[in-house]
């Protein structure tokens, strides 16, 4: 066509026959060609008008098999969900493969009719451009590169001649198109650097021949414009920040970008930035000169308005442009976010994506992980259902979101949901299992899906093994650690249940089921330390130090920073009075978390054993500092809107500043200007509201927990003050776990404890009766209020003020007798007290205190201090044969006795 016609009539004819061709008006082209042909008979256009539309033809009959193939794809994916139409979806198969073959002939005659016509053309003209272009074209869809490179190579680019013999916008095209499929040959022959060159040429041309800018491209030859600049940036990914910049620079280019260029984009940057960065090496992004400047872009992909990004609004260290209406992202997590909520808008709700596009969901998941915005993904998920509900790794991943953002209750009905579409999958059931167990204290539900998962792992275990001849690999669930983990899971549930249970019978049944279940996940997985450290854990339930330190050991040589694993064997060297060498565990294991509460709480109590109470103050300080810097950090969450810190009738200065003996208040206590009398008042006007802490939440269950964790670190502070003789210190500490927690039988039993210590023995003990109101299983309470009705006892025989506390207390107080108890010589308590001649007139305080000591013992029969208590009150009864069996046991149980029990360590699934 260069170099054609002279005359107005022929110009005319070229203008019609460029604009029909651009158009793909076939018939109308032909029309044309054929009034060209009678004024111009030499010229090869009519050869080339023939080539092209075999082409185009050929061109369209690929578009639509690639469609058929994603039909062939959906119905695949559909006959997992739906098996009683997988006849239906077979064969709509064979019509989709069969219509595939017709289109396949078609495309191969299309390719013929092209090459017989282009020989036609290069007979008249072999060094024509336009006749090089589309034989280049050819042999590249044809996926012959190596003589598409010849025709593309021998055609050269006419941009670089002076002057350019380009006349019309259908000769651009074909050109900028030559040009491009030329770089996409460099690129498939490994030529990267040469392909970079290539496409940067196309986008140079392309300005060239539209006015010196891209904003002007005609819209036939925008795609060829969108794809050079989507394929440089997809080739600099041997330099990251290259990468970033290019891919910027294609998203933000001065072209409207089609929605499937911009979505290969943006899938490519959100890979990129959240698999290949990290904050050392992301490129930050400069922000916008102002919002006039910006606003003429024609895309700008990667600067959405604000409204467009209020999913990210709780990220941190985020900023603004100037106008305050362009959100910059900070870091790589923040650029991928906004990236995949772009990419998230390109998907249809009323089809069902393919795989690639809801992985979008699972790339949002980690980005938002990374930023701890865990309801956020909840978010994400419930969006995905809306694409592909049927989809059981959707249902799978909304569940772990919930459970990840403390919404334990509703991660269960969505894993209920799917155990209905696959009952049989023993990943949901351990999952379900882990959520009763850790979380919603229903043991028995975590019993029963554990054995479910027990069950068809073993069954999947005992096919492979028959099976193993004919070379079957099992599946991902069938292997010899799952089957372990299912194990744990059933031996921790046991373990748990053991200590929950109510009496000495249950509780063994259950530590034997747990220990034969443990033996059998440690046998199965004896590289698993969770195994161990829960066998190490069982052992020291029943007092078997010596295996639950060589097991204990064990778990730490597998993993140093288990910090559990630690904190366990702490426990456990300090049950044999090694407290220094206890001391010095804690330390190791706080070099490799340094910030775990339980554990320095730990170490506190030992330095209180070791007679250090100013370094367990300041170890306890250091714990609320934790605290308080998580409190300032930490995403708000929209679980817990109505959360405790809101609800506080008073925020008043922490008693952290007085955690030092010289502060004012530490000083007047020393010195003695404070009052005991005054502590009993104090406490009675600390009460809260109810609504105020825990009864009052709205929140979560992962912020129960954490409360929890707070109250309890205020009360171990509040009974360091109180053996410190702190008193005013240890009221501060008490309010606070009051005011988070006003229902807490703890905090009763540690205001009791205070007043005890003050000698102020009727106001403790009507707090120890609270704490029994609201537990009547809190062990701490029954011991000392067994130690109440003893003292009273020996009250009776002496001389005491009409007045005296414990006479009103024994008449207003006759809780039920608990069960009496079997001692080690086979008699009951009552055999023995006939045995020892026990006169049936024993006064009352004896019989309630012998009775608060006997359920104590229900509860927690390795309790050395309930067996000494009782030894005493059978002393002093008379009763010396049993009184020196409970002596015995508890001389024994001491000896193994820990720091604090070994039941405060969790029994969780990891």
Not at 34 to 48: C, F, G, V
Not at 667 to 689: C, E, T, W, Y
Request: hydrophobic letters at 35%; charged letters at 20%; aromatic letters at 6%.
């Amino acid at each position: 066509m260069f170099g054609l016609g002279k005359g107005n009539r022929l110009t005319l004819l070229e203008s019609q026959i460029d604009n029909a061709r651009g158009q793909r008006q076939w018939p109308v082209v032909f029309e044309l060609v054929r009034k060209y042909a009678k004024s111009n008979p030499d010229s090869q256009l009519e050869w080339l008008i023939k080539a092209e539309y075999a082409l185009d033809l050929a061109a369209q009959d690929t578009q639509e098999v690639k469609k058929l193939q994603e039909l062939i794809i959906e119905h695949d994916r559909a006959q997992e969900f739906d098996p009683d139409q997988a006849d239906d979806h077979r064969e709509q198969i064979a019509a989709h493969n069969a219509q595939i073959k017709l289109c396949r002939d078609r495309i191969h005659r299309n390719y013929t009719d092209a090459r017989t016509a282009l020989e036609g053309a290069r007979r008249m003209d072999p060094a024509h451009k336009e006749t090089l272009a589309l034989a280049g074209r050819l042999e590249y869809e044809d996926k012959n590169m190596k003589k598409a490179m010849e025709y593309l190579e021998a055609m050269g680019n006419p941009f670089d001649m002076r002057p350019v013999p380009v006349t019309t916008p259908h000769q651009t095209r074909v050109i900028l198109e030559a040009q491009l499929i030329r770089g996409l040959c460099e690129e498939l022959g490994g030529r990267h650097d040469i392909a970079t060159a290539t496409y940067t040429g196309v986008l140079t041309a392309a300005e060239q021949a539209f006015g010196g800018s891209l904003t002007t491209v005609d819209s036939m030859s925008r795609p060829i414009v969108e794809k050079a600049l989507l394929r440089r940036a997809l080739l600099h990914f041997s330099s990251i920040d290259k990468s970033i910049d290019m891919l910027r620079r294609c998203l933000s280019a001065p072209v409207e970008l089609s929605p499937e260029t911009s979505r290969i984009a943006l899938r490519v940057l959100c890979k990129v930035l959240l698999r290949d960065t990290c904050l050392e090496s992301y490129p930050f992004m400069a922000p916008p000169p102002s919002s006039s400047s910006s606003s003429g872009t024609a895309n700008n992909a990667l600067s959405p308005s604000v409204s467009h990004t209020s999913t990210t609004s709780t990220t941190t260290n985020t900023s603004s442009s100037s106008s305050s209406s362009i959100f910059v992202p900070q870091d790589e997590t923040e650029e991928a976010i906004l990236a995949l909520i772009h990419l998230e808008k390109y998907l249809n709700p009323g089809l069902t994506p393919h795989q690639g596009d809801l992985q979008l969901f699972d790339e949002l998941c980690i980005a938002f992980s990374r930023k701890h915005q865990y309801s956020s993904i909840v978010d994400v998920y419930e969006r995905s259902l809306g694409h592909n509900f049927l989809h059981l790794h959707q249902w799978h991943q909304l569940a772990l979101a919930l459970m990840s953002s403390g919404r334990y209750k509703r991660a269960m009905l969505i894993l209920a949901e799917c155990m209905i579409r696959d009952p049989t999958n023993p990943c949901i059931l351990l999952l379900a299992a882990k959520i009763c167990i850790n979380h919603l204290d229903q043991i028995h539900d975590g019993i029963e899906f554990s054995s479910r998962a027990v069950e068809i792992l073993a069954h999947s275990n005992d096919e492979y093994d028959s099976h193993t001849d004919m070379h079957v690999h099992p599946s991902s669930f069938s292997s010899k650690m799952w089957l372990g983990r299912a194990y744990l899971a059933l031996g921790t549930a046991y373990s748990k249940k053991s200590v929950q249970s109510k009496s000495y019978a249950e509780r063994e049944e259950y530590q034997e089921l747990a220990l034969v279940t443990l033996r059998k996940a440690h046998a199965l997985a004896p590289s698993d330390h969770h195994a161990s450290f829960h066998l190490a854990l069982l052992y020291a339930d029943i007092r078997d130090i010596p295996l639950a330190i060589q097991y204990c050991k064990v778990s730490l040589a597998q993993d140093r920073e288990f910090v559990l694993g630690w904190i366990l064997l702490a426990l456990l060297t300090s049950s044999n009075k090694l407290h220094r060498l206890a001391l010095q565990i804690c330390q190791h294991g706080l070099e490799h978390s340094p910030n775990h509460p339980p554990l320095l709480c730990i170490k506190a109590k030992l330095e209180l054993v070791l007679e250090e109470p100013l370094q367990a103050l300041n170890t306890y300080k250091s714990i609320f500092s934790q605290f308080s810097h998580q409190q300032k950090t930490a995403p708000p969450d929209p679980e817990t809107a109505e959360s405790v810190w809101r609800g506080r009738m008073h925020s008043g200065p922490s008693s952290i500043h007085s955690m030092e003996a010289g502060s004012e208040t530490s000083r007047s206590i020393l010195s003695g200007k404070s009052r005991a009398a005054s502590v009993a008042p104090a406490l009675n006007d600390a009460d809260l509201h109810p609504e105020d802490g825990i009864m009052g939440m709205k929140g979560s269950a992962l912020s129960m927990q954490v409360t929890h964790q707070k109250v309890q670190m205020w009360l171990d502070t509040a009974e360091a003050f109180t053996l410190a003789g702190l008193f005013q210190d240890a009221i501060q500490c008490l309010q606070e776990a009051k005011a988070l927690d006003p229902t807490s039988p703890d905090v009763f039993y540690h205001e009791g404890f205070l007043l005890e210590r003050q000698d102020l023995m009727a106001d403790a003990f009507q707090l120890y009766q609270k704490a029994l109101s609201i537990d009547c299983r809190h062990l701490p309470s029954i011991i000392r209020t067994a130690v109440f009705y003893q003292r009273a006892n020996k009250a009776k025989g002496a001389t005491k003020p009409t007045n005296d506390p414990y006479a009103t207390i024994i008449a207003a107080s006759s809780p039920p007798l608990p069960p009496r108890l079997r001692f080690a010589n086979g008699a009951t308590d009552t055999e023995s007290q006939d045995d020892e001649g026990r006169s049936p007139q024993t006064n009352e305080a004896h019989l309630l205190a012998e009775n608060y000591l006997s359920g104590a013992l229900r509860t927690d029969p390795t309790s050395h201090q309930a067996w000494m208590e009782l030894g005493r009150l059978l002393k002093d009864a008379g009763q010396e044969k049993r009184a020196s069996d409970c002596f015995l046991r508890a001389i024994e149980l001491e000896k193994t006795a820990p720091i604090v029990p070994f039941s405060s360590i969790p029994r969780e699934i990891f």
